[in-house]
């Protein structure tokens, strides 16, 4: 094989490679998408539950399920 052989070679594996980085980032980029919305679902959801529990709850105690604010540190601050 001539060198201008190996690089004519080499340059249809790069393009190659390239088409398939580019494939899998278009099937990356779609898999986000559906767990991002996947995820507002089960966000929605989870908020509509939690606020059937504390109407129904007797004491009238709020249930405290949803994630804390960035920077919060817990209870008892800090």
Known sequence: MSFGEKILSGL?????????VQRLDGTVS??????TKALADHERRLTRLETIVEIARPDGATLRI??????????GGG
């Open 30 to 35: 779609d898999l986000r998408r559906e767990t």
């Open 12 to 20: 249809r594996t790069v393009v190659l490679i390239e088409e398939r």
């Open 66 to 75: 949803s994630r804390q604010p960035e920077g919060d540190s817990g209870s």
